[in-house]
């Protein structure tokens, strides 16, 4: 990414990038993306004493559709419906403050909730509050991990890790730093398991409270297997293999009715894709974590999210065609309400919206996809499930030329 900074044009990959940034943030400076005539905003964030470029609140649009700071409009996900709302932006520093509609703190006597993901489909409270899976999609798309790119290395969970922190380095929730209640397990090596465990020690001190209400905190990794344990049930996370995750028979009955299609694509694809989850944990008596609410997300092998077997099945085609993209995330949408599968960032004069039209939904959704086409500035392309996969939209032609 070519910016400016101080006056100056330079590469952000640029070897002496880190000194450069440092005095722009000392001084307080403005760096601009020179993606676009004129150049766009960014601001410099400092994350564990490295200089972070960000984008700015409300620019996304304003960058090339090639450049990595471009963010499609709002509706090609649901990121419009909670802007604003769950998500407030401070434009001077690009802080947000979030507000979530689960708990992190518990008294004494309250039931657990149900698993988090339930279909909500009330315009009245939609938006106003994120869920757990609506925040797991927050931090997966401020951490580019939803844009694809050729050519860049295949990720990790060392480099998803790195990316969801980054993301949550400057959010806020009930008046704390998100960094403060979220556990992301670190990459596992048994040969320094002693230190992994004393770092998730100290990680996961939030949770011993003083005052009378547990704390809760949250958690992120990835699923290893679901199993029966001594008493009731247990996740165990890969990375994490010597600390458990536990949660009472009637969490565990739960999941396996409102995620059973996230398992079985999870189940049908194997060691192809990953299942994520987030949850929210609290100390029990005997000091284990207890999953207190839990959600799950499915990645294909690149860890790029998807939905259904014919998401998978267009993402891969993208991927093998060397194509650039950006997958729309749901956040709080429920699943009967449409939405852009992709969009193409590497065609012209503008990017393509990507649509799957299932063969069992309802008129009213297939209007709302149309309309939906209707009004964007986007091209759409559509495949109709019933149908072969039709051919992907034709690529900017500068692009293939500079493969």
């Known amino acids: 990414m070519l910016i400016e900074v101080s006056g100056l044009e330079i590469d952000s990959l640029a070897e002496n990038i880190k000194d450069i940034l440092s005095q722009a943030y000392a001084d307080r400076q403005r760096p601009k993306c020179l993606c676009v005539p004129g150049g766009v905003p960014l601001y410099i964030a400092k994350i564990n004493n490295a200089y972070i470029l960000k984008r700015m609140p409300n620019t996304g649009g304003a960058h090339s559709p090639g450049c990595v700071s471009y963010e499609p409009p709002h509706e090609s996900s649901g990121l419009g419906e909670v802007l604003c709302q769950a998500l407030q932006e401070n434009p001077e520093d690009g802080s947000v403050a979030l507000k979530f509609d689960f708990a ?10 149900p698993p988090s993901g339930k279909e909500h489909d009330s315009v009245a409270t939609d938006g106003k509050k994120l869920t757990l899976r609506g925040l797991l999609h927050y931090l997966f798309e401020e951490g580019k991990l939803n844009y694809y790119i050729p050519k860049e290395k295949a990720n990790n969970w060392y480099y998803v890790r790195k990316q969801l922190l980054r993301a949550a380095s400057d959010k806020s929730a009930k008046k704390q730093d998100l960094t403060q209640t979220l ?9 320094i398991k002693k230190d992994i465990a004393a770092r998730r020690i100290e ?35 890969k990375h994490c293999p010597d600390y458990h995750f536990f949660m009472n028979e009637d969490v565990h009955t739960r999941i396996n009715k409102r995620f059973i299609k996230e398992l079985g694509l999870w189940n049908n694809y194997g060691d192809q894709c990953h299942l994520m989850f987030i949850c929210t944990i609290l100390k029990t008596p005997s000091d284990l974590p207890l999953i207190q609410e839990i959600s799950f997300m499915l990645v294909n092998k690149q860890w790029i999210p998807f939905e259904s077997k014919y998401e998978y099945d267009l993402i891969e085609e993208m991927i093998e065609s060397k194509r650039q993209f950006i997958k729309g995330l749901r956040y709080n949408l429920p ?35 149309e309309q939906m086409i209707e009004e964007s500035d986007y091209a759409a392309w559509q495949w109709e499930i019933e149908k072969a996969m039709p051919g992907l939209p034709e690529k900017d032609l500068l692009s293939q030329r500079g493969e």
């Open 104 to 113: 992190l703190t518990k008294r004494g006597g309250k039931a657990p909730p």
């Open 183 to 191: 556990y992301i397990p670190e990459t596992y090596n048994h040969e």
């Open 335 to 369: 699943s009967n309400k449409p939405l852009a599968s992709l969009v193409a960032v590497d065609t012209v004069p503008k990017p393509t919206g990507m649509y799957i039209i299932p063969s069992n939904e309802s008129e009213a959704y297939i209007q709302g996809i």
């Open 203 to 237: 990680q996961l001190a939030h949770l011993h409270s003083k005052t009378g209400a547990q704390n809760l905190m949250i958690v992120i990794g990835e699923v290893k297997s679901i199993e029966k344990a001594r008493y009731d049930f247990k996740l165990i996370a």
